[in-house]
Every structure is written in structure tokens, then in C-alpha cells.
């Protein structure tokens, strides 16, 4: 059961231009969602994140919007540059002393100068 | 660079052998997570110990164990390896004082194939 999915296997964009991952969720106790960046060969790395009590989080050309009721989030990078191009992971943890993380299975996203 | 390091990078053993990871965590964290990537698979969490004590158990096998060390470094063992068992593992390190706002910092991933 896979509880955070991420739809888009890949997603293609032209430099310059906005990208949008999707990231979907089912269990109604996670209540922190980060976004991971991961290129081949490496380890993920951390990119932002977003509690449930907010509803969108910014960090310069990063924003994260959270959908509470649709159990949605996305991750919006705009412009979008060739150095993006790699591999998008969505996470979710639930609440309480629980810090494990629960991963989506990525989004492959190309950037095209 | 995360800080958080991880050896070996790659290693390659035959079924039914018995090997170990090991990582260290960013300095200050306290809590190390193993996590497992297999093909056209996500992350999946295997286990988390927190200043040296289990924390949470996740989908690992019996045949897998890990521990944490005082000086918080940690090691996973995996034994009676299987072909299925290859995949990339990758460690990550948080503070852990609170979770509403509690980050991971994962390493670079030990790949590992079974022969």
C-alpha cells in the first residue's frame, strides 16, 4: 500500500520556465512533508519542507504548497535551470515520536537549455 | 556535502554471505535511519536508533540487523545474502528533538550486488 505517490515518473521543461511535481498522499496522520533532490550517485539531498499547519513555504526559487483537504502537495521551482535535472523525491512523516520518513518513488525531471 | 559518510561506496559479495555498512552521522545528530532503494523502488525505511537504542522498526528482514555505536557512529549488518537483497542503502542522521520540524541528511549510499 503504497501510501505517498508521485504520479509522473518523469516531467520534461525548458530552461527558464516554471516546473511542477505533484506529489499525492493518503494517510491523514502525516503532518510534515519534505522534498528531496537526488542526482545519480548520490545520496538525497534536502531541498524544503512544510508543516500541515501551513499551506505554502518559499525558499528562493522553491515553493512547496500543501493541499490539506485533497491530500496533495507540489513542489514549484521557478525558473527552472539545467542544474535542476534530477531525480524529485516526496516524503511525509505522522505525528507523535515518529520520525521515520515515508518516500514517494520519484519524479525524473529534465531541464532542456 | 551532507556530513553524514558512508563506506563502503560500492560492494559486491556472492548469496549467502554476511556484510556490513557502516555511517557516521553529521556532528550533533544524534539518531541514524537506514533506509533501502531498490530498483524502480522509493526509499524504504528499514530501522532507526537514537543516541544508541532502537527507535523504530520498519520492513526489515531478519536476516538484516544494525546497532549503534557511543561514539553514534552505526553499522548494518546483512546476512545470508539473496540476489533479491541488492540494492542501494543509504543512511541518514537528524537531531531528533522534535519532530514538527526534524530533518534527515542522508549519505551518499552504499551500493551493494549479490551475485
Known amino acids: 500500500d503504497q501510501q505517498v505517490k508521485q504520479n509522473s515518473p518523469s516531467l520534461s521543461v525548458q530552461e527558464g520556465r516554471i516546473s511542477i511535481l505533484n506529489c499525492d498522499y493518503t494517510n491523514s496522520m502525516f503532518d510534515y512533508f519534505l522534498w528531496y533532490k537526488k542526482y545519480p550517485a548520490e545520496g538525497p539531498t534536502f531541498l524544503i519542507s512544510i508543516s500541515s499547519i501551513k499551506d505554502k513555504n518559499e525558499d528562493g526559487r522553491f515553493t512547496v504548497f500543501l493541499n490539506k483537504s485533497a491530500k496533495h502537495l507540489s513542489l514549484h521551482i521557478v525558473p527552472s535551470q539545467p542544474g535542476d535535472s534530477a531525480v524529485y523525491f516526496c516524503?511525509?512523516?505522522?505525528?507523535?515520536?515518529?520520525?521515520?520518513?515515508?518516500f514517494g518513488k520519484g519524479t525524473l525531471l529534465t531541464v532542456n537549455p | 556535502d551532507s556530513g553524514v559518510t558512508q563506506t563502503p561506496k560500492h560492494l559486491i559479495t556472492a548469496t549467502g554471505q554476511r556484510v556490513t555498512l557502516r555511517c557516521s552521522p553529521r556532528?550533533?545528530?544524534?539518531?541514524v535511519y537506514w533506509y533501502q532503494q531498490s530498483l524502480d523502488q522509493g526509499l524504504q525505511f528499514l530501522i532507526q536508533?537514537?543516541?544508541?537504542?532502537?527507535?523504530a522498526k520498519g520492513n526489515i528482514l531478519e536476516r538484516f540487523s544494525a546497532q549503534q555505536f557511543p561514539d553514534l557512529h552505526s553499522e548494518l549488518n546483512l546476512s545470508s545474502l539473496e540476489l533479491g537483497d541488492s540494492a542501494l542503502y543509504f543512511c541518514?542522521?537528524?537531531?531528533?528533538?522534535?519532530?514538527?520540524?526534524?530533518?534527515?541528511?542522508f549519505g551518499p549510499g552504499t551500493r551493494l550486488t549479490v551475485l
Open positions: 516524503a511525509a512523516r505522522s505525528g507523535g515520536s515518529n520520525y521515520k520518513l515515508t
Open positions: 541518514a542522521s537528524s537531531v531528533a528533538r522534535s519532530t514538527s520540524t526534524d530533518t534527515q541528511y
Open positions: 556532528s550533533g545528530d544524534l539518531s
Open positions: 536508533y537514537y543516541n544508541g537504542e532502537e527507535r
